[in-house]
Protein backbone atom coordinates (compact mmCIF):
# COMPACT_ATOMS: atom_id res chain seq x y z
CA UNK A 1 0.00 0.00 0.00
CA UNK A 2 1.51 3.33 -0.83
CA UNK A 3 1.02 6.15 1.77
CA UNK A 4 -1.63 7.85 0.10
CA UNK A 5 -3.86 5.24 0.17
CA UNK A 6 -2.41 4.19 3.86
CA UNK A 7 -2.99 7.74 5.08
CA UNK A 8 -6.48 7.50 3.24
CA UNK A 9 -7.78 4.36 5.22
CA UNK A 10 -6.33 5.06 8.51
CA UNK A 11 -8.59 8.09 9.10
CA UNK A 12 -4.69 9.66 9.79
CA UNK A 13 -5.74 13.32 9.39
CA UNK A 14 -8.51 12.79 12.61
CA UNK A 15 -5.49 11.33 14.37
CA UNK A 16 -3.61 14.76 13.72
CA UNK A 17 -6.07 17.03 15.02
CA UNK A 18 -6.68 14.47 18.04
CA UNK A 19 -3.08 14.51 19.03
CA UNK A 20 0.10 17.25 19.36
CA UNK A 21 2.68 14.40 18.01
CA UNK A 22 3.73 15.30 14.64
CA UNK A 23 2.80 12.73 11.62
CA UNK A 24 4.99 14.32 9.22
CA UNK A 25 7.40 11.39 8.91
CA UNK A 26 4.63 8.54 8.80
CA UNK A 27 4.56 6.29 5.83
CA UNK A 28 7.89 7.52 4.57
CA UNK A 29 10.73 5.01 3.88
CA UNK A 30 13.18 3.46 6.74
CA UNK A 31 15.67 6.59 5.95
CA UNK A 32 14.57 10.25 5.98
CA UNK A 33 16.95 13.00 6.09
CA UNK A 34 16.19 14.46 9.64
CA UNK A 35 19.14 14.33 11.67
CA UNK A 36 17.15 15.54 15.42
CA UNK A 37 19.49 13.78 18.28
CA UNK A 38 16.03 13.20 19.95
CA UNK A 39 13.58 10.53 19.87
CA UNK A 40 10.15 11.33 18.40
CA UNK A 41 7.27 9.57 18.17
CA UNK A 42 4.38 9.13 15.82
CA UNK A 43 1.20 6.86 15.56
CA UNK A 44 -1.85 6.36 13.81
CA UNK A 45 -5.00 3.55 14.14
CA UNK A 46 -5.56 1.07 11.73
CA UNK A 47 -8.09 -1.21 11.48
CA UNK A 48 -7.29 -4.90 10.96
CA UNK A 49 -9.58 -6.40 8.75
CA UNK A 50 -9.73 -10.43 9.36
CA UNK A 51 -9.47 -13.00 6.59
CA UNK A 52 -11.93 -14.93 8.38
CA UNK A 53 -14.22 -14.63 11.62
CA UNK A 54 -12.26 -15.45 14.74
CA UNK A 55 -14.44 -17.82 17.15
CA UNK A 56 -13.43 -17.82 21.20
CA UNK A 57 -14.97 -19.69 23.83
CA UNK A 58 -17.09 -16.12 24.29
CA UNK A 59 -17.43 -14.05 21.44
CA UNK A 60 -16.50 -13.47 17.61
CA UNK A 61 -15.08 -11.15 15.90
CA UNK A 62 -14.15 -9.39 12.21
CA UNK A 63 -11.98 -7.09 12.78
CA UNK A 64 -9.38 -6.01 15.21
CA UNK A 65 -8.56 -2.10 16.38
CA UNK A 66 -4.44 -1.73 16.16
CA UNK A 67 -2.45 1.29 16.18
CA UNK A 68 0.59 1.46 14.10
CA UNK A 69 3.42 3.36 15.67
CA UNK A 70 6.66 4.95 14.54
CA UNK A 71 9.82 6.38 16.05
CA UNK A 72 12.50 8.43 14.67
CA UNK A 73 15.86 9.30 15.53
CA UNK A 74 18.55 10.94 13.48
CA UNK A 75 16.56 10.02 10.38
CA UNK A 76 16.19 6.18 11.10
CA UNK A 77 12.86 5.08 11.83
CA UNK A 78 11.62 1.94 13.67
CA UNK A 79 8.28 0.45 13.25
CA UNK A 80 5.98 -0.83 16.17
CA UNK A 81 2.35 -1.47 16.66
CA UNK A 82 -0.18 -1.70 19.18
CA UNK A 83 -2.59 -4.75 18.48
CA UNK A 84 -6.03 -4.40 20.81
CA UNK A 85 -8.03 -7.77 20.84
CA UNK A 86 -11.17 -6.48 22.58
CA UNK A 87 -10.37 -8.99 25.88
CA UNK A 88 -7.28 -7.19 26.91
CA UNK A 89 -8.92 -4.14 27.97
CA UNK A 90 -7.37 -1.49 25.22
CA UNK A 91 -8.68 0.32 22.61
CA UNK A 92 -7.74 2.97 20.13
CA UNK A 93 -8.80 5.90 22.70
CA UNK A 94 -7.00 4.45 25.53
CA UNK A 95 -3.85 3.14 23.43
CA UNK A 96 -3.60 7.07 21.73
CA UNK A 97 -4.36 8.70 24.81
CA UNK A 98 -1.78 6.81 26.54
CA UNK A 99 0.83 7.50 23.67
CA UNK A 100 -0.13 11.55 23.32
CA UNK A 101 1.15 11.36 26.91
CA UNK A 102 4.69 10.30 26.14
CA UNK A 103 7.59 12.84 25.52
CA UNK A 104 10.22 10.63 24.11
CA UNK A 105 12.28 14.11 23.17
CA UNK A 106 13.38 13.98 26.37
CA UNK A 107 15.73 10.93 25.84
CA UNK A 108 18.63 11.94 23.39
CA UNK A 109 20.18 8.30 23.93
CA UNK A 110 18.02 5.89 22.16
CA UNK A 111 20.03 2.86 23.81
CA UNK A 112 18.78 3.41 27.47
CA UNK A 113 15.83 0.80 26.76
CA UNK A 114 15.90 0.34 30.62
CA UNK A 115 15.62 4.14 31.18
CA UNK A 116 13.03 4.45 28.34
CA UNK A 117 10.66 1.30 29.76
CA UNK A 118 10.86 2.76 33.22
CA UNK A 119 9.40 6.49 32.04
CA UNK A 120 7.00 4.55 30.30
CA UNK A 121 5.83 2.39 33.63
CA UNK A 122 6.16 5.95 35.33
CA UNK A 123 3.56 7.32 32.85
CA UNK A 124 0.53 5.10 33.33
CA UNK A 125 0.32 1.54 34.74
CA UNK A 126 -1.69 -1.08 32.61
CA UNK A 127 -1.67 0.26 29.22
CA UNK A 128 0.87 -3.16 27.81
CA UNK A 129 -0.20 -3.04 24.30
CA UNK A 130 0.48 0.44 23.83
CA UNK A 131 4.12 -0.27 25.53
CA UNK A 132 4.83 -2.93 23.68
CA UNK A 133 4.10 -0.33 20.38
CA UNK A 134 6.80 1.67 21.87
CA UNK A 135 9.04 -1.19 23.09
CA UNK A 136 9.24 -2.66 19.26
CA UNK A 137 9.49 0.76 17.79
CA UNK A 138 12.26 1.43 19.74
CA UNK A 139 14.05 -2.01 19.38
CA UNK A 140 13.35 -1.58 15.29
CA UNK A 141 15.55 1.55 15.72
CA UNK A 142 18.23 0.71 17.64
CA UNK A 143 18.54 -2.56 15.48
CA UNK A 144 18.64 -0.71 12.69
CA UNK A 145 21.28 1.43 13.79
CA UNK A 146 23.55 -1.22 15.35
CA UNK A 147 22.85 -2.97 11.59
CA UNK A 148 22.00 -6.14 12.69
CA UNK A 149 18.57 -8.27 13.57
CA UNK A 150 17.69 -9.28 17.09
CA UNK A 151 18.03 -12.64 17.17
CA UNK A 152 22.03 -11.55 16.93
CA UNK A 153 22.13 -8.96 18.87
CA UNK A 154 20.66 -11.57 21.47
CA UNK A 155 22.94 -14.72 20.21
CA UNK A 156 20.46 -16.90 19.01
CA UNK A 157 20.21 -19.63 16.12
CA UNK A 158 17.88 -18.82 13.51
CA UNK A 159 17.86 -22.46 13.00
CA UNK A 160 16.85 -23.25 16.31
CA UNK A 161 13.30 -21.69 15.34
CA UNK A 162 10.64 -23.64 16.32
CA UNK A 163 7.58 -24.85 13.88
CA UNK A 164 4.74 -22.30 14.19
CA UNK A 165 1.31 -23.61 14.58
CA UNK A 166 -1.89 -22.56 12.41
CA UNK A 167 -5.20 -22.17 13.85
CA UNK A 168 -8.71 -23.00 12.77
CA UNK A 169 -11.90 -23.38 13.98
CA UNK A 170 -15.14 -25.65 13.86
CA UNK A 171 -17.54 -25.29 11.20
CA UNK A 172 -20.97 -27.09 10.53
CA UNK A 173 -20.55 -27.31 6.89
CA UNK A 174 -18.65 -30.91 6.06
CA UNK A 175 -17.27 -29.03 3.24
CA UNK A 176 -16.09 -26.07 4.69
CA UNK A 177 -15.10 -27.70 7.43
CA UNK A 178 -12.11 -30.35 5.07
CA UNK A 179 -11.36 -26.73 3.44
CA UNK A 180 -10.33 -25.46 6.03
CA UNK A 181 -7.95 -28.40 7.75
CA UNK A 182 -6.61 -28.58 3.32
CA UNK A 183 -6.18 -24.80 4.37
CA UNK A 184 -3.39 -26.06 6.73
CA UNK A 185 -1.52 -28.45 5.05
CA UNK A 186 2.05 -26.03 4.51
CA UNK A 187 1.52 -26.10 8.85
CA UNK A 188 3.15 -28.82 11.08
CA UNK A 189 1.06 -28.20 14.02
CA UNK A 190 -2.65 -26.71 13.82
CA UNK A 191 -4.11 -25.18 16.38
CA UNK A 192 -7.63 -25.45 17.72
CA UNK A 193 -9.92 -24.19 20.22
CA UNK A 194 -11.74 -25.91 22.16
CA UNK A 195 -14.08 -25.10 25.38
CA UNK A 196 -16.69 -24.43 22.83
CA UNK A 197 -19.92 -26.84 20.89
CA UNK A 198 -18.38 -29.70 18.83
CA UNK A 199 -14.87 -29.94 20.70
CA UNK A 200 -14.88 -33.52 19.76
CA UNK A 201 -16.44 -33.28 16.35
CA UNK A 202 -13.47 -30.88 15.10
CA UNK A 203 -11.07 -33.05 16.52
CA UNK A 204 -12.12 -35.75 14.91
CA UNK A 205 -12.96 -34.21 11.68
CA UNK A 206 -9.04 -33.11 11.61
CA UNK A 207 -8.36 -36.67 12.22
CA UNK A 208 -10.28 -38.09 9.06
CA UNK A 209 -7.87 -36.28 7.01
CA UNK A 210 -4.43 -35.68 8.40
CA UNK A 211 -2.22 -37.06 11.39
CA UNK A 212 -0.71 -33.36 11.27
CA UNK A 213 0.29 -32.77 15.01
CA UNK A 214 -2.42 -30.72 16.96
CA UNK A 215 -2.05 -28.26 20.04
CA UNK A 216 -5.23 -26.90 22.21
CA UNK A 217 -6.37 -23.27 23.22
CA UNK A 218 -9.48 -23.97 25.58
CA UNK A 219 -9.10 -20.06 26.75
CA UNK A 220 -10.08 -20.88 29.87
CA UNK A 221 -13.56 -22.74 28.56
CA UNK A 222 -13.30 -25.71 30.78
CA UNK A 223 -14.72 -25.74 34.49
CA UNK A 224 -14.68 -28.79 35.58
CA UNK A 225 -11.11 -30.74 36.22
CA UNK A 226 -12.48 -33.99 35.77
CA UNK A 227 -13.23 -33.29 32.89
CA UNK A 228 -10.85 -31.20 31.91
CA UNK A 229 -8.56 -34.39 32.62
CA UNK A 230 -10.55 -36.96 30.48
CA UNK A 231 -9.93 -34.42 27.56
CA UNK A 232 -6.28 -34.52 27.88
CA UNK A 233 -6.03 -38.17 27.87
CA UNK A 234 -8.75 -38.08 25.12
CA UNK A 235 -6.67 -35.67 23.53
CA UNK A 236 -3.15 -37.60 23.78
CA UNK A 237 -4.29 -40.32 22.13
CA UNK A 238 -4.56 -38.13 19.24
CA UNK A 239 -1.41 -36.89 18.63
CA UNK A 240 -1.79 -33.42 20.64
CA UNK A 241 1.38 -31.55 21.96
CA UNK A 242 -0.33 -29.44 24.67
CA UNK A 243 -3.36 -27.67 26.24
CA UNK A 244 -3.12 -23.91 26.39
CA UNK A 245 -5.23 -22.41 29.30
CA UNK A 246 -7.52 -25.28 30.23
CA UNK A 247 -9.57 -23.71 32.81
CA UNK A 248 -10.38 -20.05 34.36
CA UNK A 249 -6.89 -18.06 35.46
CA UNK A 250 -9.07 -17.73 38.23
CA UNK A 251 -9.03 -21.74 39.31
CA UNK A 252 -4.87 -22.07 40.08
CA UNK A 253 -5.49 -24.73 42.21
CA UNK A 254 -7.55 -27.35 40.11
CA UNK A 255 -4.93 -26.48 37.33
CA UNK A 256 -2.27 -27.14 39.72
CA UNK A 257 -4.28 -30.73 40.49
CA UNK A 258 -4.67 -31.20 36.43
CA UNK A 259 -0.85 -30.20 35.50
CA UNK A 260 0.33 -33.40 38.82
CA UNK A 261 -1.94 -35.72 36.39
CA UNK A 262 -2.29 -34.69 33.08
CA UNK A 263 -0.22 -36.55 30.14
CA UNK A 264 0.45 -33.13 28.42
CA UNK A 265 1.98 -30.00 29.09
CA UNK A 266 -0.18 -27.31 30.74
CA UNK A 267 0.25 -23.64 29.76
CA UNK A 268 -0.83 -20.68 31.21
CA UNK A 269 -2.06 -18.01 28.72
CA UNK A 270 -4.93 -15.29 30.12
CA UNK A 271 -3.19 -16.31 33.50
CA UNK A 272 -0.44 -14.28 32.74
CA UNK A 273 0.88 -10.94 31.31
CA UNK A 274 4.62 -10.03 32.24
CA UNK A 275 7.40 -10.96 33.99
CA UNK A 276 5.97 -10.83 37.68
CA UNK A 277 3.91 -13.37 36.68
CA UNK A 278 6.19 -16.20 35.24
CA UNK A 279 7.00 -17.71 38.78
CA UNK A 280 3.63 -17.68 39.89
CA UNK A 281 2.70 -19.21 36.75
CA UNK A 282 5.19 -22.01 37.84
CA UNK A 283 3.13 -23.37 40.63
CA UNK A 284 0.50 -24.62 38.71
CA UNK A 285 1.69 -24.37 34.63
CA UNK A 286 4.12 -26.83 33.02
CA UNK A 287 4.83 -23.87 30.73
CA UNK A 288 3.47 -20.24 29.46
CA UNK A 289 2.96 -18.31 26.37
CA UNK A 290 4.91 -15.26 25.78
CA UNK A 291 2.67 -12.48 24.01
CA UNK A 292 4.22 -8.91 23.09
CA UNK A 293 0.94 -7.11 23.75
CA UNK A 294 0.68 -9.16 27.35
CA UNK A 295 4.49 -8.70 28.44
CA UNK A 296 5.08 -4.78 26.72
CA UNK A 297 7.31 -5.82 24.23
CA UNK A 298 10.57 -7.40 23.18
CA UNK A 299 12.50 -6.33 26.03
CA UNK A 300 10.35 -8.22 29.06
CA UNK A 301 9.34 -10.86 26.82
CA UNK A 302 13.05 -11.73 26.50
CA UNK A 303 13.34 -11.48 30.43
CA UNK A 304 10.25 -13.66 30.44
CA UNK A 305 11.83 -16.51 28.22
CA UNK A 306 15.15 -16.22 30.59
CA UNK A 307 13.57 -16.45 33.74
CA UNK A 308 10.91 -19.35 32.35
CA UNK A 309 13.52 -21.39 30.98
CA UNK A 310 15.67 -20.89 34.48
CA UNK A 311 12.64 -22.48 36.14
CA UNK A 312 12.64 -25.50 33.44
CA UNK A 313 9.33 -24.39 32.08
CA UNK A 314 8.41 -24.54 28.70
CA UNK A 315 7.48 -21.63 26.29
CA UNK A 316 5.28 -20.75 24.07
CA UNK A 317 5.48 -17.44 21.90
CA UNK A 318 2.09 -16.52 20.55
CA UNK A 319 0.96 -13.10 19.58
CA UNK A 320 -2.53 -11.32 18.49
CA UNK A 321 -3.79 -11.08 15.21
CA UNK A 322 -1.40 -8.34 13.73
CA UNK A 323 0.35 -7.05 11.21
CA UNK A 324 4.03 -8.82 9.96
CA UNK A 325 5.37 -5.70 12.39
CA UNK A 326 4.53 -7.47 16.07
CA UNK A 327 4.64 -11.04 14.52
CA UNK A 328 8.52 -10.79 13.20
CA UNK A 329 9.21 -8.83 16.34
CA UNK A 330 8.21 -11.72 18.64
CA UNK A 331 10.08 -14.18 16.14
CA UNK A 332 13.02 -12.63 16.81
CA UNK A 333 12.74 -14.65 20.03
CA UNK A 334 11.78 -17.55 18.25
CA UNK A 335 14.76 -19.45 18.41
CA UNK A 336 14.37 -19.70 22.29
CA UNK A 337 11.20 -21.40 22.59
CA UNK A 338 9.76 -24.67 22.27
CA UNK A 339 6.41 -24.15 20.36
CA UNK A 340 5.57 -20.61 18.11
CA UNK A 341 1.92 -19.80 17.54
CA UNK A 342 2.88 -16.55 15.13
CA UNK A 343 0.09 -16.90 12.40
CA UNK A 344 -1.59 -13.55 13.69
CA UNK A 345 -0.11 -11.51 10.20
CA UNK A 346 -1.91 -14.73 8.15
CA UNK A 347 -5.21 -13.93 9.61
CA UNK A 348 -5.31 -10.35 8.86
CA UNK A 349 -6.45 -8.91 4.88
CA UNK A 350 -4.74 -5.81 5.08
CA UNK A 351 -0.97 -6.18 6.34
CA UNK A 352 1.51 -3.44 5.80
CA UNK A 353 4.72 -5.17 5.90
CA UNK A 354 6.98 -7.58 4.79
CA UNK A 355 8.51 -9.61 7.33
CA UNK A 356 8.55 -13.48 8.99
CA UNK A 357 7.84 -15.97 6.31
CA UNK A 358 6.78 -19.41 6.99
CA UNK A 359 8.95 -22.12 5.30
CA UNK A 360 7.79 -25.91 5.43
CA UNK A 361 6.02 -24.67 8.58
CA UNK A 362 8.90 -23.10 10.14
CA UNK A 363 9.13 -20.31 11.69
CA UNK A 364 11.98 -18.28 9.30
CA UNK A 365 13.42 -14.65 10.52
CA UNK A 366 14.18 -12.25 7.69
CA UNK A 367 18.39 -11.35 7.54
CA UNK A 368 17.08 -7.63 7.97
CA UNK A 369 18.60 -5.18 10.97
CA UNK A 370 16.04 -4.10 13.49
CA UNK A 371 12.78 -6.47 13.78
CA UNK A 372 13.19 -7.39 10.11
CA UNK A 373 10.10 -5.80 8.26
CA UNK A 374 9.59 -3.61 5.40
CA UNK A 375 6.73 -1.32 4.59
CA UNK A 376 5.08 -2.77 1.70
MG1 LIG B 1 -4.31 -18.64 24.08
Same mark, same amino acid.
Given at each position: ?7 ? &? &? ?18 ? !? ?14 ? /? ?9 ? @? %? /????? !? ?7 ? /? ?12 ? /? ?8 ? #? ?14 ? +? ?29 ? $? +? ?13 ? $?? *?? !? ?13 ? @? $? ?8 ? +? ?8 ? $? ?8 ? !? ?11 ? #? ?11 ? @? ?8 ? *? ?31 ? %??? @?????? +? ?38 ? &? ?48
Amino acid at each position: MNRRNFLK &T &TALGAAIAASPISFSAFGSP !TKSTGRSGRLNLSFAP /YELKLRHAFNL @A %K /YQRTT !TPDVQVQIE /YDGIIGYGEASMPP /YLGESVDSVT #SFLSKLDLSQFSDPFR +IEDIMAYLESVAPNNRAAKASVDIALHDLLG $K +IMGQPWYKIWGLNPQ $KC *PN !TSFTISYDADPAEMK @A $KIDETAPFKV +IKIKMGLDHD $KELVNAIRSR !TDTAICVDVNQGW #SDKEQALEMCHWL @AERNCLFVEQ *PMPKEMIDETAWLRERSPLPIIADEFLQRLPDV %KRA @AAAYDG +INIKLMKSTGMHEAYQMAVLARSLGMKIMLGCMTETSCAV &TAAAQLAPMVDWADLDGNLLIANDRFDGIKIVEGKVTIPDRPGIGVELL
